[in-house]
């Protein structure tokens, strides 16, 4: 029963992971998958929101502009049922979640903020202590520096040659009568 338990939490936090995108160097929840999982209609969430902006600076919600939305868009396809909305949607933070749990004052929204913030700890946890990675990343950093230090000296060689040649053009023969 307990292994029961345990499977459907790890089901509901790989479901609110899914739903978690990095938008302006922040991770973000939208508004919509929010209230989904709220069980509320996203302009009830998003009205319920407007009557507390004090509770919202720009660190815990910000709505998204014409140029990301549309880049979201094309990116989601029609894989998330996406349709142009009147306004652009908003997008929460960690904090701007946890600021929601207290607006909405329900056993749905309590739980599920419970495995938000397990989501968005295990995020964190992954990308602190997975040391292999960022191993492997700094190592990646460190080839690409030698590639472009490498090429950029062939480049500069180039280029060099190149001068050169407009510098000082090779003299070219001349072929029949030329009069001086």
């Known amino acids: 029963m307990e292994q029961n338990k345990r499977s459907k939490i790890k089901k509901g936090i790989n479901l609110i992971q899914s739903m978690i995108y990095d938008i302006r160097g922040h991770k973000v929840m939208f508004d919509n998958d929010l209230a989904v999982l709220y069980q509320v209609e996203t302009k009830?969430?998003?009205?319920?929101?407007?009557r507390n902006l004090k509770r919202f600076p720009s660190d815990f919600m910000f709505q998204l502009n014409d140029k990301e939305w549309e880049i979201l868009r094309c990116q989601f396809g029609t894989a998330k049922?996406?349709?142009?909305?009147?306004?652009?949607?908003?997008v929460f933070t960690e904090q701007?979640?946890?600021?929601?749990?207290?607006?909405?004052n329900s056993d749905i929204a309590v739980n599920v903020n419970i495995q938000i913030m397990r989501a968005f700890v295990q995020l964190r946890h992954y990308v602190t202590t997975n040391?292999?990675?960022?191993?492997?990343?700094?190592?990646?950093r460190k080839l690409l520096m030698l590639y472009i230090e490498k090429n950029d000296k062939r480049v500069n060689d180039i280029i060099i040659a190149l001068n050169n040649l407009?510098?000082?053009?090779?003299?070219?023969r001349r072929i029949g009568f030329c009069p001086d």
């Open 166 to 172: 407009l510098e000082h053009p090779k003299p070219t």
């Open 131 to 140: 040391t292999e990675t960022n191993e492997q990343i700094a190592q990646l």
């Open 96 to 104: 701007g979640i946890a600021m929601l749990s207290g607006l909405l």
């Open 81 to 90: 049922n996406i349709e142009k909305k009147r306004f652009n949607p908003y």
């Open 44 to 50: 009830n969430l998003n009205r319920t929101v407007k």
